[in-house]
Nanobody, 125 residues
Framework: QVQLVESGGGPVQAGGSLRLSCAAS????????MAWFRQAPGKEREFVAA????????TYSDSTKGRFTISRDNAKNTAYLQMNSLKAEDTAVYYC??????????????????WGQGTQVTVSS
């Protein structure tokens, strides 16, 4: 079972940037499609971005496309989410997730077997 730990969150002003990291242990992430989700207070967890096992494919939500970039370094067993041009509505807890069955770059939480504990991102306007 893979263990995921997010880091890199924090407060930032609107228009700023943050880079989130998702460090994996116990298993190599090269076996998994990886994704980022986020959850704002009072809202359901929503899809942000996903990346295939060897970075050949990526997909983004409409609200993050063009501003966020998902990447991975399998040698470092780490996935990343570069977030630029941040907006107040990006405020949320951000979670990384791994799809143990590699069912494609899905956008549903149920498709992902492993989750990190989350890292808070707070964007002030």
């Amino acid at each position: 079972q893979v263990q995921l730990v997010e880091s890199g969150g924090g407060p930032v002003q609107a228009g700023g940037s943050l880079r989130l990291s998702c460090a994996a242990s116990r298993r190599t992430i090269s076996n998994y499609n990886m994704a980022w989700f986020r959850q704002a207070p009072g809202k359901e967890r929503e899809f942000v971005a996903a990346i295939s096992r060897f970075s050949g494919s990526t997909t983004y939500s409409d609200s993050t496309k063009g501003r966020f970039t998902i990447s991975r370094d399998n040698a470092k067993n780490t996935a990343y989410l570069q977030m630029n041009s941040l907006k107040a509505e990006d405020t949320a807890v951000y979670y990384c997730a791994a799809d143990a069955d590699n069912r494609g770059l899905g956008r549903l939480t149920i498709l992902y077997s492993y989750w990190g504990q989350g890292t808070q991102v707070t964007v002030s306007s």
